[in-house]
């Protein structure tokens, strides 16, 4: 931290004379050169320090503690927009209006009595200009300032956390099963109904956190060895490593994962260094209590607004709502941006990744309070989270085909019923919930095409169903093995015609292409959809249909 003299440095006089004034020194020197050693000693001074301390309003003291908080620096446009304005004064206008005597903010009190500085410091994320207590202050001021440590927030009241949301782990099953879809290439809309119950903002922040963590490949497949090993991690350990490479990710960008708002491409935010930021505040919030998130939120928007704009730009930033043209600029709009992403990170990814749990005040309502989850000292710590449950139950297969998982199966066993099969839906809920599953032509052909025989499926099933197989579904698997598809259901309208000429008449007519297959002297099948058709058809002939359907 730069010291007295530094700040006093290249000052003129007046100045001098002004700083020496608020310490109740006389200062007679003749110029600048000669004066400022002098003042410098005196400031230095413990019994000068103490005394001058203590003369000063409650206001400019409480300025020393917030710098105090943030290990005696804060930058400089954070800094006046909470604790007023200095203004700037050539010296012929600060003589004349002697700001020193007459301030408009405890900013200025301090200045005047060079208590505070002005410096860039060049510290990560970019070297910028901050307000600071110089050196040789900094011991004094520890020792002297008796303020109340100020809180980030409060304790949520009992009625803030009437309805809990506990942290899961769910979220290494949802990973499961997106990267077997990724794995057999389904469309998002061919496996909803196992998404069913997944959180809103879930879905694109899993995918980022896939690649953040090495499982997913630049085309969006899953990486063979590291896929393997998270799927046969334990449930702890497969929890840890997503927690891990969720703090460490220079990638996932949070702040583009808000929902409803909208960023501009050209906006160069620093996601790495604000998720940093905000884990280090939030290490300052009591771990043994429910924690008010709104107020939380608000000790952020006080304390450490700038917690992902180092550089305060307010100013330049594209932002607007997904709904609304307005520009969300201008520090006006910190909590409609800045808060709006602080509540997705807390009740969004460290949530799901298990860090916390959540309550609301009413059943489904807005998240109003937060506490750290029995797992959340070992995930911050970066270790495998303990307790969680074995995956050592067994499958079953039921009317005949269908595939039923449980939760806590292996993972890898169901990565791998998922790859032959189509997907049906979940059932139940926490532990018991139960992946359901099953076998068809086109599943195992699509499986074929990934390498795979049918006879590792039956193989699969037999060694890990609780009962044995239903025999007419192994050998249903042997058979198309062997022979493919042998059996198929198709959707059919037929049309008797009980007068051979009505029914070459048809076939000759212009609705020729709409007969399927004639099966019978009397009987053609149709297309499904071409009923309509063929009835005009058949009056522009001089039959009437009668409909049986």
């Given at each position: 931290?730069p ?27 003749p ?13 230095r ?32 446009g ?16 600060r ?10 903010s ?21 070297a ?28 949520a009241t009992?009625?803030e ?12 099953d ?15 809309n ?16 899993l ?28 449930r702890g ?57 709104n107020?939380?939120i608000e ?13 305060g ?13 307005e ?13 709006r ?13 298990g ?29 495998a989270?303990?307790g ?15 595939i ?27 532990d ?10 086109n ?25 044995p197989?239903?025999?007419g579904?192994?050998?249903a698997?042997?058979n ?13 309208l037929?049309v ?28 053609l099948?149709?297309?499904p ?18 409909k049986?359907?």
């Amino acid at each position: 931290m730069p010291k007295i003299n530094q700040v006093l440095q290249g000052n003129d006089l007046a100045f001098l004379r002004m700083v020496a004034n608020g310490w109740e020194y006389d200062l007679t020197a003749p110029d600048a050169y000669t004066a400022q050693p002098l003042l410098v000693a005196y400031m230095r001074a413990p019994e000068n320090i103490r005394r001058v301390f203590g003369s000063l309003p409650e206001e400019a003291r409480a300025v020393i503690q917030s710098l105090l908080e943030h290990e005696g620096r804060i930058p400089w446009g954070q800094f006046t927009r909470q604790h007023g304005e200095l203004r700037s004064m050539g010296p012929g206008k600060r003589d004349r209006e002697r700001p020193d005597l007459h301030p408009v903010s405890p900013v200025e009190i301090l200045w005047y009595h060079a208590m505070i500085g002005k410096a860039f410091f060049d510290l990560p994320p970019e070297a910028q200009e901050f307000a600071f207590i110089p050196e040789e202050l900094l011991d004094p001021f520890s020792e002297l300032c008796d303020l109340p440590t100020r809180q980030w927030g409060r304790p949520a009241t009992p009625g803030e956390t009437a309805h809990l949301l506990p942290a899961s782990d769910a979220i290494i099953d949802r990973a499961s099963s997106l990267l077997a879809a990724a794995r057999i290439g389904l469309e998002m809309n061919a496996w909803k109904h196992f998404r069913e119950d997944w959180p809103k903002g879930l879905t694109p922040f899993l995918r980022d956190l896939l690649y953040a963590a090495y499982l997913l490949d630049e085309q969006s497949l899953p990486m063979p060895e590291n896929t393997r090993d998270f799927l046969v991690h334990s449930r702890g350990e497969a929890l840890g490593l997503l927690a891990k490479r969720w703090m460490h990710s220079r990638s996932i960008n949070e702040f583009r994962l808000v929902p409803d708002l909208a960023i501009a491409e050209s906006v160069d935010n620093n996601p790495h260094g604000t998720r940093q930021k905000v884990l280090e505040i939030l290490s300052q919030v009591p771990g043994d209590r429910w924690w008010n998130l709104n107020s939380f939120i608000e000790a952020v928007h006080e304390r450490e607004p700038d917690f992902q704009r180092p550089g305060g730009n307010y100013d330049t930033w594209f932002i607007r709502e997904t709904d609304s043209t307005e520009v969300l600029s201008g520090f006006a709009s910190w909590h409609r941006v800045d808060g709006r992403l602080l509540r997705y990170l807390i009740t969004g990814p460290m949530h799901w990744l298990g860090f916390f749990d959540l309550a609301s005040d009413t059943p489904g309502g807005m998240v109003t309070a937060f506490r750290y989850s029995p797992w959340a000292l070992e995930l911050f710590s970066e270790n495998a989270p303990k307790g969680l449950p074995e995956e050592d139950r067994k499958l079953s297969v039921r009317d005949q085909t269908l595939i039923c998982v449980p939760v806590l199966a292996p993972r890898w066993l169901r990565y791998q019923v998922a790859r032959f099969t189509d997907w049906v839906q979940i059932t139940g809920a926490g532990d018991e919930r139960e992946y359901q599953f099953r076998a068809s032509p086109n599943s195992l052909k699509r499986a074929h095409a990934q390498g795979l025989k049918t006879s590792q499926l039956g193989t699969l099933l037999e060694r890990w169903s609780e009962t044995p197989l239903p025999e007419g579904f192994a050998r249903a698997l042997e058979n198309w093995e062997q022979n493919g598809v042998q059996v198929s259901l198709q959707p059919a309208l037929l049309v008797r015609i009980h007068h051979p000429e009505a029914l070459e008449a048809l076939k000759k007519s212009t609705a020729a292409h709409l007969i399927l297959e004639q099966l019978n002297d009397t009987t053609l099948r149709i297309h499904p959809n071409a009923e309509s058709e063929v009835i005009s058809t058949l009056a522009r002939l001089g039959y009437l249909v009668q409909k049986e359907l």
